[in-house]
């Protein structure tokens, strides 16, 4: 059988970035149709995107039996397909897993919400705002507990479905500067999972692309306050 997975952009498309990392790390085969989701042409090919996928977005698996067409839904199809690797063995810490991985899918509490995945590729980037490294002093916490207690190197010990969850969203911080000196073993991770040979496989491709803009990103109207995230 053979699967297809739309893909997008490089440089712009973080969750097909996620569902490709897994489904690689799965050891699945598929083909890639990569799909150009830059303005103005997005419009015309999420449109034929949408012909066979309800949502009109990518990523999508195809199976040639069905449709998986939500990155998260991708990624547990990929740890199925390789007999459940991608995930903790124990039933707690395989919640805990799927909690992070679904924190990240609901938009993570807007962490750094005016820093996209498409900015870390930009020739000159902006200092975080105050309020922006207390939302990520929040997450890096979380990120150094998790290595405390299930025993690194990664965030469940093997790498897992959380990790490729989380590697965009490493990818746009530390691009921004983030600081991470009080978070050591976080730090560690972090630069682990950016030399993953996977991941520098994806980002070598981005980072030889067009930057895809966005004309609000200097605004600094636009950033959020300090009250956002008491």
Request: proline content about 5%.
């Given at each position: ?172 911080l530390r691009a ?30 981005a980072e030889t ?22």
């Amino acid at each position: 059988m053979t699967y297809t997975l739309y893909t997008g952009t490089r440089n712009a498309s973080s969750w097909a970035m996620r569902a490709w990392l897994a489904l690689r790390e799965a050891g699945v085969q598929f083909d890639e149709v990569l799909v150009d989701i830059r303005r103005p042409q997005r419009y015309g090919n999420l449109a034929r995107i949408g012909e066979f996928s309800p949502p009109a977005a990518v990523p999508v698996l195809a199976t040639g039996r069905t449709i998986i067409y939500d990155s998260l839904a991708i990624m547990e199809f990929a740890n199925d397909a390789c007999g459940g690797r991608l995930l903790p063995e124990d039933v707690e810490a395989r919640a805990q897993a799927r909690s992070l991985s679904a924190w990240q899918h609901a938009g993570l509490s807007s962490i750094c919400r005016r820093i996209s995945f498409e900015s870390a590729f930009y020739p000159v980037r902006r200092a975080l705002t105050a309020a922006e490294q207390a939302q990520c002093a929040r997450l890096f916490a979380h990120y150094e507990d998790l290595l405390h207690a299930q025993g690194g190197p990664f965030l469940f010990g093997r790498i897992s479905l959380a990790d490729f969850m989380h590697v965009p969203t490493i990818v746009r911080l530390r691009a921004h500067g983030a600081d991470m000196a009080r978070w050591p073993a976080a730090d560690a991770w972090s630069r682990r999972l950016l030399a993953y040979p996977l991941v520098r496989e994806w980002m070598a491709d981005a980072e030889t692309l067009p930057h895809v803009w966005f004309d609000d990103y200097l605004e600094q109207d636009a950033w959020p306050s300090a009250a956002a995230v008491r």
